[in-house]
């Protein structure tokens, strides 16, 4: 009787610490595997008893592992006030959280700095978490542990964030099942940890101001930006022209020659611009209809210029902190219109379904090779390096996406 209670409690213990919801169909299996033992004993049968963790193998049966209550202990990237970020943040362990039975535990894969996170820290972003808060909005992330009533995920998925959602610079994230989406596991790491805020972007514009039609052109500024290198390769897809507005700096003509690889029509820099007759730029390139600026100053008047009568320019950013200037003549003799765009307006628009569709799209463009860009992966232990590449203070670099 001693050896089938410490039979019993180790099956008890077991299907504690798995969840296994057939505990008490294994349990019943103990006690009569013991039983059987006991008589086969009595009449000279073999002794032994089985390994305990044989009393419990069910062949050909599948089992669903729910979380053990808790998370893993975090590493994470943590603001306690706003300010610079590189004199704000600081690394440091966070406790588990428990996890109720509608939550996921993912471990993080990768998560990117991107401008906006930047401007959370300094808190000149218009939402953004209340502090003390972990850092970064978005990015890809391993299913480690589910709540006894999710439905759809396993661990081992792989998931992002969507809409985003604060705190994904850290390696453990426990949120709602809600919060996340499935992909695709043979995605390039680093393009689906960024997906949603450029890229996406880049689509939304493109469709939500303008009915463009294969043969039509657009025209951009901030042309070497991701979501500059998503609007060139997406337009390219859809058969639209790009013309494409870069600065002037060293190595140009080799910024040039990558975009039009990408799929560019037409790329300037701002000095070939200063000439009186913009449109005799454009050769065979039909005049745009839409315009993007993330710029603003006479970037943002450089757009403007080449639209045709009736066009369009939307503003996503606004990089040189300058004013846009529109002259008169503009609004009256062209009818210009001018709009704005911001990604997170739109995606608490209840828009969740459609914002997915649109990830699954890109992210197919992703592993075909039609959507690519560049970025730099950087093991989480190396965080203050890639911190200050995003600043800009080590030149001009690619995105840093920070790898867990």
């Not at 499935?182 to 689906?192: G, L, V």
């Not at 009186?276 to 005049?287: I, M, Q, R, V, Y």
Request: charged letters at 20%; a positive charge.
């Amino acid at each position: 009787m001693r050896m089938l209670n410490a039979l019993v409690l180790f099956n008890f213990k077991l299907s504690e610490h798995l969840g296994i919801i057939e505990f008490q169909q294994n349990q019943m299996a103990a006690v009569r595997l013991v039983h059987l033992k006991t008589a086969l004993h009595r009449h000279g049968g073999t002794p032994s008893i089985p390994a305990p963790w044989t009393l419990f193998r069910l062949p050909n049966r599948t089992f669903r592992l729910f979380s053990t209550s808790v998370s893993p202990p975090s590493k994470a990237v943590v603001y306690e006030e706003h300010g610079q970020p590189d004199a704000v943040y600081k690394l440091t362990e966070l406790p588990p959280v428990p996890i109720k039975d509608d939550d996921v535990c993912v471990r993080m894969l990768a998560s990117p700095i991107n401008p906006s996170d930047i401007n959370r820290m300094e808190g000149v972003y218009p939402v953004r978490p209340p502090v003390p808060a972990v850092g970064g909005y978005e990015g890809v992330g391993e299913v480690h542990s589910v709540g006894s009533a999710v439905k759809g995920l396993f661990p081992g998925d792989w998931v992002i964030p969507s809409p985003p959602s604060s705190g994904t610079w850290q390696t453990y994230v426990v949120k709602g099942q809600n919060v996340w989406h499935r992909i695709d596991k043979s995605t390039p790491m680093e393009y689906a940890a960024t997906i949603t805020v450029n890229p996406l972007t880049a689509l939304r514009m493109l469709e939500d101001f303008v009915d463009l039609k294969p043969g039509d052109a657009v025209v951009q500024n901030g042309a070497t930006s991701i979501v500059g290198q998503c609007i060139i390769q997406l337009a390219r897809v859809r058969g639209i022209h790009s013309i494409n507005i870069i600065r002037d700096r060293a190595g140009s003509d080799e910024v040039k020659e990558k975009l039009k690889k990408l799929g560019a029509d037409q790329v300037f820099t701002e000095s070939q611009l200063e000439v009186k007759n913009l449109k005799s730029l454009l050769a065979d390139t039909p005049e745009p209809a839409l315009g993007f600026n993330c710029v603003g100053g006479n970037a943002a008047s450089s757009v403007i210029k080449f639209l045709k009568n009736g066009g369009t320019m939307v503003t996503y950013g606004g990089m040189s902190k300058k004013p846009i200037t529109v002259s008169t003549s503009s609004f009256i003799f062209k009818d210009l219109s001018l709009r704005g765009f911001w990604l997170q307006k739109w995606m608490t628009s209840d828009k969740a379904k459609e914002c997915r569709d649109m990830i699954d799209y890109l992210l197919s463009l992703t592993r075909s090779g039609e959507l690519k860009y560049d970025m730099e992966l950087c093991p989480f232990d190396q965080f203050p390096t890639a911190l200050d590449k995003a600043l800009g203070k080590l030149g001009s670099q690619p995105k840093q996406v920070i790898k867990f």
